[in-house]
């Protein structure tokens, strides 16, 4: 089963890249204690600043972290952010991503 709440996604994640509480609240600059209870709190009241550092350090999208139907997985909110930062590269990394990609579309092809 999807997980659909704020927290659990978040802990999921988390734990998924070996990241402490502290660790994440490192990284995002924050507390402690405030992720643990964006965690652990219903119903959490998160910046929309902290959820956004927070899908950035854990390979997501704000949209998948709030999507409390299950409806995003994390796959699509893994490829939406790729896509986003594919959109902000200059045009010679883009043409390189591309290049790597129709290599691989050759192997796949036999």
Same mark, same amino acid.
């Given at each position: 089963?999807?997980? &659909?709440?704020? #927290?659990?996604?978040?802990?999921?994640? +988390? @734990?998924?890249?070996? *990241?402490?509480?502290?660790?994440?609240?490192?990284?995002?600059?924050?507390?402690?204690? *405030?992720?643990?209870?964006?965690?652990?709190?219903?119903?959490?009241?998160?910046?929309? @600043?902290?959820?956004?550092?927070?899908?950035?350090?854990?390979?997501? &999208?704000?949209? *998948?972290?709030?999507?409390?139907?299950?409806?995003? &997985?994390? #796959?699509?909110?893994?490829?939406?952010?790729?896509? +986003?930062? *594919?959109?902000?590269?200059?045009?010679? &990394?883009?043409?390189?991503?591309?290049?790597?990609?129709?290599?691989?579309?050759?192997?796949?092809? #036999?």
């Amino acid at each position: 089963m999807a997980e &659909t709440s704020l #927290g659990a996604k978040i802990r999921k994640l +988390r @734990e998924k890249k070996q *990241y402490t509480l502290e660790k994440l609240a490192d990284l995002t600059s924050s507390s402690k204690s *405030y992720i643990w209870e964006l965690e652990n709190k219903a119903p959490p009241r998160p910046s929309a @600043e902290k959820i956004s550092k927070i899908a950035e350090k854990l390979g997501v &999208t704000v949209e *998948y972290l709030l999507d409390d139907q299950a409806i995003i &997985t994390v #796959g699509d909110a893994a490829d939406a952010r790729f896509y +986003r930062k *594919y959109q902000q590269m200059n045009d010679k &990394t883009k043409a390189k991503i591309r290049s790597f990609v129709d290599l691989w579309d050759e192997d796949d092809d #036999g």
